[in-house]
């Protein structure tokens, strides 16, 4: 096998997985007038949230943050949200193989 053609071969490889990975995702757009506190996915269905995707950061009013979401097996996830005022939004069931976008009003 030619070098570049081995070269080749390897960077399509990568480019394939990088593809894949990425597409597995869920893009939060805070446009509600206050910080998103707290982001959790979790497989659809599973008992509690996990942890927070967060961790100490927030999401400020007019911004967005993509989190790759994968468990190994599933599409399916639920996820949530919690505002700083306290109120929690969630989708239930939602599919994340192709990647979405979650814009909290």
């Known amino acids: 096998m030619s070098?570049?053609?081995?070269?080749?071969s390897a960077l399509f490889a990568?480019?394939?997985t990088t593809?894949?990975?990425s597409a597995?995702?869920?893009?939060?757009?805070n446009d509600s007038g206050q910080d998103v506190?707290?982001?959790y996915a979790t497989s659809a269905g599973s008992n509690g949230w996990?942890?927070?995707?967060?961790?100490?950061?927030?999401?400020?009013?007019?911004?967005?943050?993509?989190?790759?979401v994968?468990?190994?097996?599933?599409?399916?996830?639920d996820t949530?949200?919690?505002?700083?005022?306290?109120?929690?939004?969630v989708q239930w069931n939602w599919d994340l193989c192709n990647g979405a976008r979650w814009t909290i009003r």
């Open 80 to 89: 949530k949200v919690v505002m700083a005022n306290g109120r929690e939004l």
């Open 24 to 29: 597995q995702s869920v893009n939060i757009y």
């Open 14 to 16: 990568v480019s394939a």
């Open 19 to 21: 593809v894949t990975a």
């Open 50 to 68: 996990g942890r927070d995707r967060l961790g100490s950061g927030v999401i400020p009013h007019g911004y967005n943050q993509t989190f790759p």
């Open 70 to 77: 994968r468990d190994g097996s599933s599409c399916r996830f």
């Open 37 to 39: 506190l707290e982001f």
């Open 3 to 8: 070098l570049r053609l081995f070269v080749a």
